[in-house]
């Protein structure tokens, strides 16, 4: 029966063996403190800290190959935001706004009510006796006859009372504005005579209290200057109150007048002066079988037909409009509404299709945007050729004939041709509109970016003791919940290890690292980390190359004393840390690694008479299947290390036999296990790779830093 278990057992083991490797859920997101392991391997792991996109499924959003070319117009379009040239709010001059020096009123508060009374007489009253304030009013105030009266609810703040008497007096002609601590009451005609302010740009003419009238010039950006003159002397019909002039070739407006009068007009040019499809999107569009202008007459065609207000003239803006570019043969869609820019779009991907007319051959271009032409040439040829080929079985039917003369390519003549062009990155096709039709998709669906992957190593040793000498498979198995173990065994073989440990664990070997760590038992010798491409390669050295000498022989020759020369051949052999991987991601976001990492240091010879050093070598080459952010663990290499050292008093210690007595000998013994943990990363987007690389660059500031601050404390600071 036990002869039964180890069989079964061994027949596990060696299935599991094929695995070669300790695959890990490396995304948990439980809650719990972090262990003394996390400041050697866990915070190491860069991809917690990165917060990356979420992947789409390529296959729902994908394209067909087979769709006819009714899906493809997907990647011949592209998405602009049109701009807004609104002002949000009106850049303040220097000194605008700065409140001019008035006059404190003897009171906080007055009674807000006047009788009725002439004007002079009502100036008086209000600003000598309610409000206290020295006042002066200007030519023609005083000879006014009108009647004014005003009244108000209760008392109210003195500043609110002179608001509400300015607006009163405006109605009448009047001005009120403080000039060197005076209350200033004048007419409209008296302002209009003052030295008017210049200014230069569409700031709102928000300037000191003084009342100056204001020369500003503005410059239009989407209306014409005669068409806001317009606009603006509707709303401001007296010329006195607001003079307009416009020069067209430089399209700006000269608009004078008092502060608040031109402050109104700045703030119509601000809301009309916009462009005419601001904020909204447009789409770029290139066709495959039309050209550009005709694609664009029935397109706008259509959606005339369906209601929609739609046009090609530049002229006139429509809701929809459609541009076409003749040089490019594009197409530009503008919409004030998303509706209307699906529904161009999609009468867009309707009639951009081989015409049924007409099959004639043609020439198409398309520009590769992600792939090597060439390589994306081959695939593509390799599949219509396939296409073009005869059935297999009437091949095989048919005997071939001896005397027949070689027949070309059918791929060429039955599925068009296909030409590199190496310098713009360009496939060149000749052929009919629907044998374009049939390829176009699938050069769509091939030309995609290649995914990457960074790959994250990291390299650690551990010191094994009495209670883990079998190493950490074995200290695994101590801890428990272990779902499957085993260990691939060389006892047989004579070398010094046990062999590679192979395991499917839930979640032990974080407590079985934290255990070596808390015990000083762990010593992180590297954390690499590489990025390739998917289908590439990536090798990383942090070493030296040390000569090793390969071969000796005598030579011909003999030196100036009769010695035989001796050749020797050197080679140098790379020490270090050495990390090469070689990806491949699929579409569920899975990858396959191909990895080979050695961990080789250089050691004086003991064994040989040669002068070449020994090179002491643990290496793992393994294939893993990981998914992205996942975790594997490499352990079971496994080295034993026995160091003798002798003491005692020089030449007696070295008698025969009574020696023993006047030396001390040592013999120590170092057992270590080799663990690796592997984690890939599937960068999705540039974004990804970004963010990537400004956590590592975050890492080595705050590592930098950290450091400068122990030299500091240790006073050894040398400065920046």
Not at 83 to 108: H, N, T, Y
Not at 521 to 531: F, G, I, Q
Not at 615 to 633: C, F, K, P
Not at 667 to 691: F, H, M, N, P, Q
Request: with cysteine; hydrophobic share 40%; aromatic share 6%.
């Amino acid at each position: 029966m036990r002869n039964d278990q180890k069989d079964h057992r061994a027949l596990k083991y060696w299935a599991l063996g094929t695995v070669g490797a300790i695959i890990l859920a490396g995304c948990a997101h439980s809650e719990k403190p972090k262990p003394v392991v996390d400041s050697l391997l866990t915070d190491s792991r860069i991809g917690d800290a990165v917060p990356r996109t979420e992947r789409a499924d390529d296959q729902e959003s994908g394209l067909a190959v087979n769709d006819g070319g009714s899906g493809s117009a997907n990647d011949r379009t592209s998405e602009i935001e049109v701009p807004s040239v609104s002002r949000a709010g009106a850049p303040e001059l220097d000194g605008a706004g700065a409140p001019a020096q008035r006059p404190k009123p003897a009171s906080s508060t007055v009674d807000a009510a006047v009788p009725a009374l002439p004007l002079p007489q009502f100036v008086d009253v209000v600003f000598g006796n309610m409000l206290g304030v020295p006042y002066v009013t200007g030519p023609g105030v005083a000879e006014r006859k009108e009647l004014i009266q005003l009244r108000s609810s209760g008392r109210m703040r003195a500043d609110d009372f002179i608001e509400l008497v300015s607006s009163s007096l405006e109605s009448y002609g009047l001005r009120i504005y403080a000039e060197n601590g005076v209350y200033q009451i004048v007419t409209n005609a008296s302002l209009q005579s003052k030295m008017p302010r210049f200014i230069k740009s569409r700031s709102r003419a928000d300037i000191p209290e003084e009342l100056r009238p204001v020369v500003q010039f503005v410059e239009l950006n989407a209306v014409s200057a005669n068409e806001m003159e317009e606009i603006l002397r509707q709303a401001f019909p007296d010329k006195q109150v607001l003079q307009i002039e416009t020069n067209p070739r430089l399209n700006v407006l000269t608009l004078t007048g008092l502060p608040r009068d031109l402050d109104a007009a700045i703030a119509i040019v601000d809301q009309l002066d916009e462009l005419a499809y601001a904020g909204s999107k447009a789409e770029r569009y290139s066709p495959v079988f039309w050209s550009a202008d005709q694609l664009a007459e029935e397109v706008s065609s259509l959606l005339e037909a369906e209601g929609w207000q739609a046009s090609t003239n530049k002229a006139i803006q429509k809701p929809i409009l459609i541009i076409p570019v003749e040089y490019s043969n594009d197409l530009f869609i503008f919409s004030r509404s998303p509706a209307g820019l699906s529904r161009a779009r999609f009468w867009l991907n309707e009639l951009d299709r081989p015409t049924r007319k007409g099959n004639e051959p043609q020439v198409y271009v398309y520009d590769v945007r992600n792939v090597d032409a060439e390589i994306l040439a081959k695939v593509v040829q390799q599949v219509i050729a396939r296409q073009s080929a005869p059935p297999t079985e009437q091949s095989q039917q048919l005997p071939p004939d001896r005397n027949a003369q070689p027949a070309t390519p059918s791929a060429v003549s039955d599925t068009g041709n296909i030409v590199v062009n190496k310098l713009s990155n360009q496939l060149i096709f000749t052929g009919t509109p629907t044998q374009y039709d049939l390829i176009h998709p699938l050069l769509n669906r091939l030309d995609v970016p290649p995914a990457e992957v960074m790959i994250e190593v990291t390299v650690a040793e551990i010191t094994l003791t009495d209670d883990t000498r079998y190493g950490v498979e074995f200290f695994l198995d101590s801890l428990g919940n272990s779902d499957i173990s085993a260990r691939l065994g060389n006892e047989g073989l004579g070398l010094g290890g046990t062999g590679t440990n192979v395991a499917v664990v839930t979640g032990n070997v974080e407590a079985a690292l934290n255990f070596f760590a808390k015990n000083n038992l762990l010593k992180v010798l590297s954390t690499p980390r590489l990025m390739a491409r998917s289908g590439g390669s990536a090798q990383i050295q942090v070493g030296s190359d040390v000569p090793v000498i390969t071969s000796q022989r005598a030579a011909d020759t003999q030196d100036g004393v009769g010695l035989t020369d001796v050749l020797q051949s050197v080679d140098y052999r790379s020490t270090g840390v050495l990390l090469s991987i070689e990806p491949i991601v699929y579409a569920d976001n899975r990858v396959d690694l191909s990895i080979t990492q050695e961990v080789s240091t250089a050691i004086p010879t003991t064994t040989s008479a040669i002068s070449s050093p020994t090179i002491s070598n643990r290496s793992v080459t393994t294939q893993l299947s990981l998914e992205d952010g996942a975790t594997a663990v490499l352990g079971g290499l496994i080295q034993d290390t026995t160091t003798r050292d002798e003491t005692g008093t020089p030449i007696l210690k070295d008698i025969p036999v009574l020696g023993n007595a006047f030396r001390n000998t040592t013999l120590s013994s170092t057992r270590t296990e080799l663990i690796v943990l592997i984690t890939a990363y599937v960068t999705r987007d540039s974004g990804d790779k970004r963010a990537f690389t400004e956590e590592l660059v975050a890492r080595f500031n705050s590592t930098e830093n950290s450091s400068r601050e122990m030299q500091t404390y240790l006073g050894v600071d040398k400065g920046p």
